[in-house]
């Protein structure tokens, strides 16, 4: 799970939680679909979200920014924390399936 800023819930989602899923695309236009679900006061990126970071090699040291083009879809850059852009490795981006999985988390 990735919890999501509350200043981000706020502002940017008006506190309106999307009931369907959202597309995160990162550079090089590569796609996936993840949920949201709250769990007490907070919002997280559920379903969908372990596969971003498996894709992306997404470690805890990295930062990473999202930009809200509409609802439901968001953008996603992810940085080292020498602030290069994270890149897919190039044996992911022959996938072009956008696959959502459920885990129970």
Same mark, same amino acid.
């Given at each position: #799970?990735?919890?999501?800023?509350?200043?981000? &819930?706020?502002?940017?989602?008006?506190?309106?939680?999307?009931?369907?899923?959202?597309?995160?695309?990162?550079?090089?236009?590569?796609?996936?679909? &993840?949920? #949201?679900e709250k769990h007490g006061q907070n919002l997280y990126m559920t379903t969908g979200w372990n596969?971003?970071?498996?894709? #992306?090699?997404?470690?805890? +040291?990295?930062?990473?920014?999202?930009?809200?083009?509409? +609802?439901?879809?968001?953008? #996603?850059?992810?940085?080292?924390?020498?602030?290069?852009? &994270?890149?897919?490795? +190039?044996?992911?981006l022959a996938r072009v399936k956008v696959e959502v999985k459920e885990v129970n988390e």
């Amino acid at each position: #799970m990735f919890l999501i800023h509350r200043v981000f &819930v706020h502002h940017k989602l008006k506190n309106i939680i999307p009931t369907n899923h959202v597309t995160i695309t990162a550079y090089p236009n590569r796609t996936w679909l &993840v949920f #949201m679900e709250k769990h007490g006061q907070n919002l997280y990126m559920t379903t969908g979200w372990n596969q971003i970071k498996e894709d #992306m090699k997404i470690q805890d +040291e990295h930062y990473i920014i999202f930009d809200m083009i509409s +609802e439901s879809k968001f953008d #996603m850059m992810v940085f080292r924390d020498t602030e290069d852009l &994270v890149r897919i490795p +190039e044996g992911r981006l022959a996938r072009v399936k956008v696959e959502v999985k459920e885990v129970n988390e």
